[in-house]
């Protein structure tokens, strides 16, 4: 699977009011916002899919990666404009059918997808269970979920600080324990499971979950 690199997000306009893509740019924090996303994608391995599908695609920067080991690649936003990814993608050789929605109202069939992508969205879900029963609905027996998000606390939003990002307690509502413990009731189990901290024993700053369909 081909990661996040300052080469392959080279010209990715930002795209909505939610996009972080301008970090991903930076030296060190930049490292870290690539760095978060890379950990879910190693988790995932050489494998190809059939039909994938990811929640919250932004610039298109995930969707570049996934490209190359998918078949059929969609994906779902709340806020990006999908002509502009479109654009992006096609510039690289790459195909991606994209909409404009809500991963509480999914516009797809059941079980339509071997596998869904969502980075950093569920931390900003008051609805989450929903969120998570709606994805479990368009995955396939025996699909695969791959979710990261980030720690929500007081030293996260000290840190969103520092690089200036501020307001982020509007933002991030809901905890990685909070998502995490409805899981099995949403119809996943956790094949793997991976943290991305600082040296240390600081907490960890990042959580992705490699989810299986029950």
Known sequence: M???????????????????????????VGYLFRE??????????????????????????????????????EGIDLDADPTIVTRALAERGMRAELRKGS?????????????????????????????????RRVLRANGTFLLGMPAVSRAMTKLFEAIGYNGIDDHHVTTPADVRRRFAQAGFTIER??????????????????????
């Open 36 to 73: 978060r996303i890379n950990m879910g994608l190693r988790m995932l391995g050489d494998r190809r899919w059939p039909r994938a599908l990811e929640v919250g695609y932004g610039a298109g920067a995930v969707l570049a990666s996934l490209a190359p080991a998918v078949d059929e690649l």
């Open 2 to 28: 081909p990661l996040l690199t300052t080469e392959s997000i080279r010209g990715l306009p930002r795209n909505g009011e939610t996009d972080p893509i301008e970090y991903y740019r930076r030296p060190l």
């Open 193 to 214: 499971a991976k943290n991305l901290g600082l040296p240390g024993r600081m907490p960890a700053l990042y959580y992705t979950w490699l989810l299986r369909t029950l």
């Open 103 to 135: 991963v509480y109202e999914l516009p797809y069939e059941d079980a339509r997808f071997d596998l869904v992508v969502s980075f950093s969205v569920f931390e900003h879900l008051h609805e989450y269970e929903r969120g998570l029963r709606e994805v």
